[in-house]
C-alpha cells in the first residue's frame, strides 16, 4: 500500500508483475539523505527553541527599523559605464567642467509679448548672463554667445521667442536639484524686471510628470502598505480566517531583516537606489509567496490527522524543499547579473540576491516557530479545509489532462500572439510625448516645437576637443557636423566656460530626439564626420549614453540568459529528480519572459492602454536597462510557480506511479495557491507602479502583467498540457547524469493498465 492523499490505498500489480512504483523507496532513501533530512532537523530544531528563535526575529525587526532609513540614504545614483567610449569622455567632461548635457539639459525660452525678441536682445543677454553669472555649476549656451552665423538658430520662425540651454552639472544625491528647479526664483525676478515671458523645459522636467514637483508621488512607506493591505484581503480569501495575518507579520520581518543586509552591502559596494523598491515590494510578494505554500501545506497536514508539531515538520519537510527550491532559482537569476559590465546593474543583482535567500530563512524558522506555539490558535475560525484537492482546479486539471492537445495548442497559440510584437521592440529612452501631458514644461516645448525649434534641442551632444589650438578644432568641428544628416545645427561658443584647461566644447543639436537606437544613429554619422580633427576626444550626450548602455547590456545578454537558463536547469534536476521537466520548465519560462516583453511593447512603447490608464502617451522605446532586469526577475520569481507546481505533482507521482494523478492531484493542491500567490506579487507591483517616473512604471507593470500571464496561460494552461503529453518520460533521470549531482536516479516506468483505465476516467481523484 502507498499513501494517497493522506489514505492507504491498495496497488494492484499489473501485467509486467511488478509494482509501478519501483522508485518510491529509492525516492524515500534519497530525501533522507540528502536535503529533506536537513529541513526536517531545522524543523524539529526551531520547534524546541521557538521562544528564542521569535525573540531572533523581533530583534531582527526592531533593528531593520532602524537600519532602513541609513540603508536607504546610503543608495546611490550611479549610473557608470566603465570602458564605454561616451561615459570615458563625459568623465572628462565633468573634470575639466562639472556639467554636461548627459546629466541634464534645461531649455529656457524667453518670448517678447510685443514683437520681435531680437529687438530686445540687451534684455534677453541679461537673463542668461544673470544664470550664468548667478550659477557658475552650470554651462549656459545662447544666440549671445555663438558665433554670428549659429545666432538664427535659436530663435523661433515667427521671432518671438529665443531660448538658451543650460547644462547641468553632476548628481551626486537624492536631494539634488536640477538647474530648472535652482534657477526659477532667478528667471521669475528677470521675468517682472524686463517684461519678458521666461519658462522652463527638457528632459528632466519633463520626466518629473504632470506637476513641477519632481519628488511628488506616493512614499515607499505608502506603497508598501497599500500592497500588504490588498495582499491581507488574498489571504483571508485562502485561509478564511485569523492565520491571514501571519505571512505578513513574516513579510514585515523579512523586509526589515533584508534592510539590515542591504545596509551591510552598502559598505561593501555601491548598491544603486532601486533596490529600496525591490526590497520592499518584491520582499512583500516573495515572503508571503513562501509562507502561503507553508502554511497550506501546515494545514493539510493537520486535516490528515498529524499533531501540530509533527504536521510542521512535515510542512518544513514538504513545502520547505519548495521554498528551498524557489529561492534558489530567483537568488540564480539575480546573480547572474554580475556578469553584465554595468555598475548599476550588478548591485541590483546582488541587492535583490537579498531577498529570496532572507525570506527563506525567515519563513523557514520563524514561521515553524509560529505555527508550533500559537498556530491552531490562530488558524480560527477554518470555514475553509485542506482535507482534499480543490475540486475546481481538479476539475481543470482532468478536464487539461484529457485534451491535452487542445490545451497545448490553445497555449502556444496565446503565447504567440504575445511573443511577436518583441519583433518590433526598439531599445533606448522614452520620448517626451511619454514623459508628461500638461503642465508648463510641456507648453513651452510645444511653442518651441511650433516655432520650427529641432526636437532634438532636448537631447543635444556635445563634442569634446583637447590641446592646443583647441579652439580653432571646436569650430572645425561645427562646421563638419552642420553638413551630417540628422544634425539640425552646431555650434562652439567663445565664452570661457566652454573653453578651460587647453579643451573646447561643441554643442550639436539633432534634428530629432536622440532617444532610441535608431534615431541614436546619427552619433555614429556624427564621429565619422569629426573623428579625423586633431584633439577631438568624444562625443557626449544621450544618444552616445543610448549606444554605450545598448553595447554593453545586450552585448553581454545572451550569457546571461544562457548562465541564468543552466543554473537553474541544474538546481531543477536535483529538485526534480527528472530530465525532462527541468527543461521544459526553463524553455517555458523564457517564452513566458519573451511573452512580457512582448505585452511591453503594446501597452508601453506603442501606447495602447498606457494612455489611458496612468495617462502617458507611447513611449516609443523601453529604457536600455529595463529588459535585463525583468527577465532576472520575472525569470525567478515565475519559476517559484513552476517549482511549487511539479514538486507536488512529483510526489503524487511517487505516490501514485500515475502520471494522471500527478497532474490532477498535484494541481488541485497548487492551483489556488499559485493563483492566490501571484495575485499578491501582481499587487505588489500595481503598488509599485504608483511611483513617479515612467521607468519605474514600466517596471512596476511588466513584473505585475509577467506574473498574472506566468500564472495562468503558463502554469494553469501548458504546464499540465505538456506534463499530460510527455508521460512517463516527466519522470525519467538517466544514471548518467543523476550520478554527478548525487540524487538517484528515476526510470521511465511503463504505467499499468490500470492507471491508464484511471487515465481514462474524465472524474478528479478523490
Not at 141 to 156: D, K, Y
Not at 450 to 466: C, D, F, M, W
Request: charged share 15%.
Amino acid at each position: 500500500t502507498l499513501p494517497t492523499a493522506g489514505r492507504l490505498r491498495p496497488m494492484r500489480k499489473g501485467s509486467h508483475g511488478r509494482q509501478p512504483t519501483r522508485t518510491v523507496a529509492r525516492v524515500a532513501a534519497s530525501t533522507a539523505l540528502g536535503g529533506m533530512l536537513v529541513l526536517t532537523s531545522l524543523a524539529r530544531f526551531v520547534l524546541r527553541h521557538r521562544l528564542l528563535v521569535c525573540l531572533f526575529w523581533l530583534a531582527a525587526l526592531i533593528g531593520g527599523v532602524a537600519a532602513s532609513g541609513k540603508a536607504i540614504s546610503r543608495l546611490t545614483l550611479d549610473f557608470s559605464l566603465p570602458g564605454q567610449p561616451g561615459f570615458e569622455t563625459e568623465k572628462q567632461l565633468l573634470a575639466t567642467y562639472g556639467n554636461s548635457s548627459n546629466q541634464g539639459t534645461t531649455i529656457i525660452s524667453v518670448t517678447s509679448p510685443t514683437g520681435s525678441v531680437t529687438a530686445a536682445q540687451p534684455a534677453v543677454d541679461g537673463v542668461f548672463s544673470a544664470v550664468q553669472q548667478q550659477f557658475p555649476q552650470y554651462r549656459v549656451v545662447w544666440s549671445g554667445n555663438v558665433p554670428a552665423e549659429a545666432r538664427s538658430r535659436f530663435t523661433t520662425s515667427d521671432g518671438r521667442t529665443t531660448y538658451g540651454l543650460v547644462l547641468d552639472r553632476f548628481a551626486d544625491s537624492f536631494t539634488f536639484k536640477f538647474a530648472y528647479q535652482t534657477t526659477k526664483p532667478l528667471l521669475d525676478q528677470q521675468a517682472k524686471a524686463s517684461g519678458l515671458q521666461i519658462a522652463t523645459t527638457g528632459y528632466n522636467e519633463l520626466s518629473a510628470g504632470n506637476s513641477s514637483d519632481s519628488n511628488q508621488g506616493p512614499s515607499l512607506l505608502a506603497e508598501t502598505l497599500f500592497g500588504a493591505g490588498m495582499a491581507f484581503l488574498v489571504l483571508l480569501f485562502v485561509f478564511a480566517s485569523f492565520m491571514a495575518f501571519v505571512p505578513l507579520v513574516v513579510a514585515a520581518v523579512s523586509i526589515m531583516a533584508t534592510f539590515i543586509c542591504l545596509l551591510a552591502l552598502t559598505y561593501v559596494t555601491d548598491v544603486s537606489f532601486i533596490v529600496q523598491f525591490l526590497v520592499s515590494l518584491v520582499g512583500l510578494g516573495v515572503a508571503i509567496d513562501y509562507s502561503l505554500l507553508l502554511v497550506t501545506r501546515w494545514r493539510e497536514e493537520l486535516a490528515h490527522g498529524r499533531p501540530n508539531g509533527e504536521a510542521v515538520v512535515e510542512a518544513v519537510r514538504t513545502a520547505g524543499h519548495a521554498v528551498v527550491a524557489s529561492a534558489g532559482t530567483v537568488a540564480i537569476s539575480l546573480v547572474a547579473l554580475v556578469v553584465v559590465p554595468v555598475p548599476f546593474l550588478r548591485s541590483m543583482g546582488l541587492g535583490g540576491l537579498l531577498i529570496p535567500i532572507v525570506s527563506c530563512v525567515v519563513v523557514l524558522t520563524l514561521l515553524p516557530a509560529v505555527l508550533g506555539s500559537i498556530g491552531p490558535r490562530v488558524d480560527w475560525p477554518r470555514i475553509r479545509h485542506e482535507d482534499r484537492a480543490s475540486k475546481g482546479w481538479s476539475a481543470w486539471a482532468a478536464m487539461v489532462y484529457r485534451r491535452r492537445w487542445l490545451a497545448a495548442g490553445v497555449g502556444v497559440l496565446l503565447i504567440a500572439a504575445l511573443v511577436l510584437p518583441v519583433l518590433g521592440i526598439r531599445i533606448g529612452l522614452a520620448r517626451t510625448d511619454a514623459l508628461a501631458s500638461k503642465g508648463p514644461a510641456v507648453t513651452s516645448l510645444a511653442q518651441l516645437r511650433s516655432g520650427g525649434v529641432p526636437a532634438g534641442v532636448v537631447t543635444p551632444l556635445e563634442v569634446l576637443v583637447k590641446g592646443e589650438g583647441s579652439g580653432a578644432a571646436a569650430a572645425e568641428v561645427a562646421r563638419r557636423a552642420q553638413r551630417v544628416d540628422g544634425i539640425a545645427f552646431a555650434a562652439a561658443p567663445a565664452d570661457p566656460t566652454w573653453n578651460k584647461g587647453g579643451t573646447s566644447v561643441v554643442a550639436v543639436v539633432p534634428v530629432e530626439e536622440t532617444v532610441d537606437l535608431q534615431r541614436a544613429v546619427v552619433v555614429e554619422r556624427l564621429q565619422k564626420a569629426v573623428g579625423d580633427v586633431p584633439g577631438v576626444v568624444g562625443i557626449v550626450g544621450n544618444g552616445a549614453t543610448v549606444r554605450d548602455y545598448s553595447k554593453a547590456v545586450f552585448g553581454h545578454f545572451p550569457e546571461v540568459i544562457a548562465l541564468i537558463a543552466l543554473i537553474t536547469f541544474v538546481l531543477l534536476v536535483r529538485a526534480f529528480r527528472s530530465l525532462l521537466l527541468p527543461l521544459k520548465a526553463v524553455l517555458l519560462n523564457v517564452l513566458s519572459v519573451a511573452a512580457t516583453f512582448g505585452f511591453v511593447v503594446l501597452f508601453w512603447q506603442r501606447g495602447y492602454g498606457s494612455e489611458h490608464i496612468f495617462s502617458i502617451r507611447s513611449t516609443g522605446a523601453v529604457t536600455f536597462w529595463l529588459p535585463v532586469i525583468i527577465f532576472a526577475f520575472l525569470f525567478g520569481l515565475s519559476m517559484d510557480y513552476e517549482v511549487f507546481i511539479l514538486t507536488r505533482m512529483r510526489e503524487e507521482y511517487d505516490r501514485s506511479g500515475s502520471t494522471r494523478t500527478a497532474v490532477v492531484q498535484g494541481l488541485g493542491r497548487t492551483g489556488r495557491l499559485v493563483t492566490c500567490a501571484a495575485l499578491i506579487l501582481f499587487l505588489a507591483f500595481i503598488a509599485l507602479a504608483g511611483s513617479p517616473g515612467t521607468d519605474i512604471k514600466v517596471l512596476a507593470t511588466a513584473l505585475g502583467v509577467g506574473i498574472l500571464i506566468d500564472a495562468t496561460i503558463i502554469r494553469a494552461l501548458m504546464v499540465p498540457a505538456l506534463v499530460s503529453l510527455l508521460g512517463r518520460w516527466n519522470w525519467w533521470l538517466p544514471a548518467w547524469l543523476a550520478r554527478p549531482l548525487r540524487v538517484e536516479p528515476s526510470d521511465a516506468v511503463v504505467e499499468l493498465p490500470h492507471q491508464r483505465e484511471e487515465q481514462r476516467d474524465a472524474a478528479p481523484v478523490p
